[in-house]
């Protein structure tokens, strides 16, 4: 587990320890299935009640191979609209959180299919974030191409950022590039070229 971060949370400084307990109920790896079917919202919302500090240290988690605040783990096993609003209010400066890899919280909703009600609130808790890039260019929409999207969630994503369809990560690949490779449904991708028939 991690050493302490040091945040600086108005006039002064706290050190916050990762909590063994909220690290164990987080350490699932969100790319496999049967792990995000163990994630359990209620027990993390009960421990960051107990601790909430607990909520605003990074944690390596192992088994994902991630390090993260407990809130971007927890959307990325499929976190509800409870559990994100809850953590939200414990953090409220974690809405602007990274990963290692420089995702957002909005990039890794989009990217592990997470309930289409929390990338709403995300968005509008956060509506910046829809422009926001990762460390390999990827903006919201490329990131959700690439996962197996609803078209609801592609129309939501343009809408609040149109210019987006055209951006290309550092691969060169646009949004369709991405939604074709890793075969997106076929009324994503007709989204996409409907939208950009250009492409």
Known sequence: MNEALSLIDGPQLKICMPDPRLHSLLNLNPAIERERRKFDGQAVIEEVRQNPYAARALYAFEKSRHSCFPIQMAIMLGASTNVVDFLLSVYPRSIGARDMYGSTLLHSACEFQTPFEVVSLLLERFP?????????????LNSACRC?????????LIQRNPDAIRERNKEGMTPLHSACSYQASVEVVSLLLEIWPAA
Request: hydrophobic fraction near 25%.
């Open 128 to 140: 910046g974030a829809i422009t926001e890039k990762d460390f390999n260019n990827n903006t919201p």
């Open 148 to 156: 197996e999207p609803t078209p609801q969630m592609i129309s939501l």
